[in-house]
C-alpha cells in the first residue's frame, strides 16, 4: 500500500569534478573600493565592515536573538529578499540550492533537502528545523520540512532566509538536527503600499500575486498577501515501462497547483500572523507501483497556522518575547492501481497542534547575556488511514513534548567569547533527553573570527514511523522507538582577504547514533522502523564571497564530504562534492541585472549500487528595474539543458529519474 514513507538508507558514495575557480577571476576583475580623497578624514569614524564595502550581516536564529553573523556561535549563511528577486527564485528550494554543502532532490512529488552528506531517499526533511518569523513548521505526523510549493509562504515575502548549520536541539529541541533554517518576512514598512506580480513560463506556467503593506492607523499595520501557482509539467521516458500500455512514455501527469494566504498585523508590541498554503502535485513516477501515466495519481498537503508572538521593545537589560499558536496540517494520498481492474487507494494523515513558549534574555550582569526559555506543544491530533474498498489503517495518536533551556553568552576577554548552553525535552512517547552547546568565537584581529564549535541534538520519531501500517500484510508499527541523537564537532574560520571579499571554510565531523531505518523483522517478514544504522560523516566547506561598491557581488564555495553508514559504506544519495558559484551584476547602470548561477553536483550511489551522473547546471536571470516602480525580470534554469538525473527510492520501479531541463519563467511585478 503507499505511504508517505521515509525509504531505507542505502550505501553510496558520490564523485566527480569541481567546476572552476570563475568566482575568484569575477572577484580579481573588480576595481577595489575606494574613498574619494575629500572622504578620507572621515574614515576614523567608520567600522572595519564599512571600509571593506561590506554589508553588516545580522541572524536571529543562532542564538534566538539579533546578533552580527560572525559573532553568532554557528557557521551562518544569510540569503537576502536582494538575492531572491535577482536571481528570480520562486522556491525555498531554489534559494537553498544556491548554498554551500546544501544538495537538493527532486522525486517529482516531493523536493528533499541534504546537508552535510546526509540526504537519504524517501526522507521528507524532517532532520532540520523550519521556521518563519520564530514559528516552528515541520508538521506533528511526518515531521516534514516543506521546501517547494507545499510551504505556505510566497517568496516575494521574504526578508532574509537563514541557514544555522549544525546541532540546535540545545534551542529549539527537536528536528533541530543538522540545521535551523529560519524565514524572516518582510514588514509593513519595507512593503509601504501595493504589489502586484504575473508571470508565465515553460510547461504551461502560470502565477500571480497581489500585496499590500502598511499603516492602517496609528500603531499599527497590516501585511495581507495571496498568491498562486499552476504549471503543466514535463514529459518523461522511463524505459522500466517498457512494457506498460503507456511504453514508459508519460505526459500530463506532472502538474503542480499550488495557493497560499499570509496575513500579518501588528498592534504595539503585538504581532497576530495567520497563513494558510494549499498545493497538490500529479506525480509521474509510478510511485509504490501505482499506474503510471494516470492522471489521478496525486498528492495534496495544506497547511495552516496562526501565531500570536509578543516582544515589547526595551532599552533596557531585558528583552522578552512570548508567543501562541495552532497549526492545523492534513496530507492526502490518491494512488491508482490495477488488479484485473482500477481502483483508488487514499493514504491520509491529519495533524493539530496547540502550542506556546517564552523567552526571556537579560544582560545586567557584565560580560554576561543570559538566556531562558521554555515551549509546549500538544500534538493532540495525529491521526493517519490507508483505505480503498477495504481499511487498512486508522489511527488516531496523540503527543505533548514540553522543553526548558538555558543559555549564557559569556565575554571572556575584548577578543574572546563563550557560548554555553543545555535544553532538556520530555516527549510523552519516549521521555526526557538533554542536549548541551559549547560555542568558543575568537576575533585575534578586526579581519579573522574563529570558532569552535561541539554540540548535542536529537530528533523524535515522527507518528508515521510510530504508528503507521498497511494491515500488517506488508508493514507493522513500532511505538517503541527512541529519539536519533548527534554529535558535532565543528572548526570554522573567517577571514576578510581584502576590500570587499570575505572568505570561510569550516572542517566538521559527526556521529549520529539510533538512526530510525525501515528493515525486515527476521520473525515476521515485515517491515518495520527500527533504531538499528549508525552514521560517521566528515567533510571540509569553503567558500569566497566578494561585494563592491559597483553593486557586483560574486560567491563561490566548494565542499568535500564523505558519509558512511555503521558497516562503513558510503550512504545513498550522497555526493562527495558540491561546487557552486554566483555573479549579480549590473549591466546598465542600476536598472538591468545580471543573475548568474552555476551548480555543480558530484555522482551519487543509488539503492541498486550504481551512480548518477554528475551535472553541472546554469541558471540565468536578467532583471529590468524602471523608473515608475516596474520590475521585469525573465529567468532560465538549466540554460544548457543538460541530463540532470537522481537516485530514486525503494518506493520507484526507477533506480535513477531523470529530472526536467531547460525552462524559461517571465515575471513583472508592479508597485503603488
Not at 550582569?365 to 491521526?383: C, K, M
Amino acid at each position: 500500500m503507499p505511504a508517505r514513507s521515509a525509504a531505507r538508507p542505502g550505501h553510496p558514495l558520490a564523485r566527480g569534478a569541481g567546476v572552476g575557480l570563475l568566482a575568484f577571476v569575477l572577484v580579481a576583475a573588480q576595481d577595489p573600493v575606494t574613498e574619494p580623497a575629500g572622504q578620507l578624514d572621515d574614515l576614523s569614524s567608520l567600522s572595519l565592515e564599512d571600509l571593506l564595502g561590506l554589508q553588516v550581516e545580522t541572524v536571529s536564529g543562532a542564538s534566538r536573538h539579533v546578533q552580527e553573523q560572525r559573532e553568532a556561535p554557528s557557521a551562518v549563511t544569510v540569503l537576502t529578499a536582494e538575492d531572491v528577486r535577482r536571481h528570480g527564485w520562486r522556491t525555498l528550494s531554489d534559494a537553498l540550492r544556491s548554498v554551500r554543502g546544501v544538495d537538493v532532490t527532486d522525486d517529482r512529488s516531493y523536493e528533499h533537502l541534504g546537508l552535510r552528506g546526509f540526504n537519504p531517499l524517501g526522507d521528507y526533511n524532517s532532520r532540520v528545523l523550519l521556521l518563519i518569523d520564530g514559528h516552528r513548521m515541520n508538521d506533528p505526523v511526518y515531521d516534514t520540512a516543506t521546501i517547494g510549493l507545499d510551504l505556505p509562504l510566497d517568496l516575494d515575502l521574504v526578508e532574509r532566509i537563514e541557514l544555522v548549520r549544525g546541532p540546535g536541539s540545545a534551542l529549539y529541541g527537536s528536528n533541530a538536527f543538522f540545521g535551523v533554517i529560519n524565514i524572516v518576512t518582510r514588514k509593513a514598512s519595507d512593503i509601504a503600499g501595493a504589489e502586484l506580480a504575473a508571470g508565465v513560463g515553460s510547461r504551461g506556467l502560470r502565477l500571480g500575486r497581489g500585496t499590500w503593506g502598511g499603516e492602517i492607523d496609528d500603531g499599527t499595520s497590516l501585511v495581507a498577501s495571496v498568491s498562486g501557482t499552476g504549471s503543466d509539467g514535463d514529459r518523461y521516458d522511463y524505459p522500466e515501462y517498457s512494457g506498460d500500455p503507456t511504453g514508459g512514455h508519460v505526459s500530463g501527469t506532472d502538474g503542480e497547483r499550488a495557493r497560499s494566504l499570509w496575513v500579518a498585523l501588528t498592534r504595539g508590541d503585538v504581532t497576530f500572523t495567520a497563513a494558510s498554503g494549499r498545493r497538490a502535485k500529479d506525480f509521474p513516477t509510478g510511485s509504490y507501483e501505482s499506474v503510471i501515466g494516470d492522471d489521478r495519481n496525486v498528492t495534496r498537503d495544506a497547511h495552516t497556522w496562526l501565531d500570536a508572538a509578543w516582544h515589547p521593545e526595551s532599552d533596557g537589560p531585558w528583552d522578552v518575547t512570548a508567543r501562541a499558536f495552532y497549526d492545523d496540517y492534513s496530507y492526502f494520498g490518491t494512488y491508482v492501481y490495477d488488479d484485473g481492474g482500477t481502483y483508488v487507494n487514499h493514504d491520509r494523515g491529519e495533524g493539530r497542534t496547540l502550542g506556546g513558549e517564552l523567552l526571556v534574555s537579560n544582560s545586567s550582569i557584565e560580560g554576561h547575556r543570559l538566556t531562558l526559555g521554555g515551549e509546549v506543544r500538544d500534538d493532540y491530533r495525529q491521526d493517519q488511514s490507508n483505505y480503498d474498498s477495504d481499511v487498512y489503517l486508522d489511527v488516531h495518536d496523540a503527543s505533548t513534548t514540553w522543553g526548558v533551556f538555558a543559555q549564557d553568552e559569556i565575554a571572556l576577554a575584548d577578543t574572546l567569547g563563550l557560548t554555553a548552553g543545555m535544553r532538556y525535552d520530555r516527549d510523552t512517547d519516549f521521555g526526557g533527553t538533554l542536549n548541551p552547546r559549547l560555542a568558543l568565537v575568537w576575533t585575534p584581529r578586526e579581519q579573522s573570527t574563529v570558532k569552535l564549535l561541539a554540540g548535542d541534538a536529537y530528533r523524535a520519531p515522527n507518528a508515521f514511523e510510530a504508528s503507521y501500517h498497511d494491515g500488517f500484510v506488508t508493514t507493522k508499527p513500532n511505538p517503541d522507538l527512541d529519539p536519533e541523537t548527534i554529535r558535532t564537532y565543528e572548526l570554522v574560520w573567517e577571514e576578510d582577504l581584502a576590500e570587499g571579499v570575505r572568505s570561510s571554510i569550516s572542517l566538521w565531523r559527526y556521529a549520529l547514533t539510533d538512526l530510525i531505518t525501515q528493515v525486515v523483522d527476521p520473525a515476521d517478514g515485515l517491515l518495520v522502523f527500527e533504531n538499528v544504522d549508525r552514521v560517521d560523516a566528515h567533510g571540509v566547506e569553503f567558500e569566497v564571497e566578494g561585494r563592491f561598491e559597483s553593486g557586483w557581488r560574486t560567491r563561490l564555495s566548494q565542499v568535500w564530504q564523505q558519509a558512511e553508514d555503521g558497516e562503513g559504506q558510503p550512504l545513498t544519495n550522497s555526493p562527495d562534492h558540491l561546487t557552486k558559484a554566483s555573479l549579480l551584476a549590473p549591466l546598465v547602470d542600476e536598472s538591468l541585472w545580471l543573475g548568474l548561477e552555476l551548480q555543480h553536483t558530484g555522482e551519487r550511489r543509488t539503492l541498486a549500487g550504481d551512480r548518477s551522473r554528475a551535472a553541472l547546471v546554469t541558471n540565468l536571470t536578467l532583471r529590468l528595474l524602471t523608473d515608475d516602480d516596474w520590475d521585469l525580470s525573465a529567468t532560465v534554469t538549466n540554460l544548457f539543458d543538460v541530463a540532470v538525473e537522481a537516485p530514486g527510492g525503494s518506493d520507484l520501479a526507477q533506480d535513477v529519474l531523470a529530472l526536467p531541463g531547460r525552462a524559461l519563467v517571465v515575471q513583472g511585478r508592479k508597485r503603488f
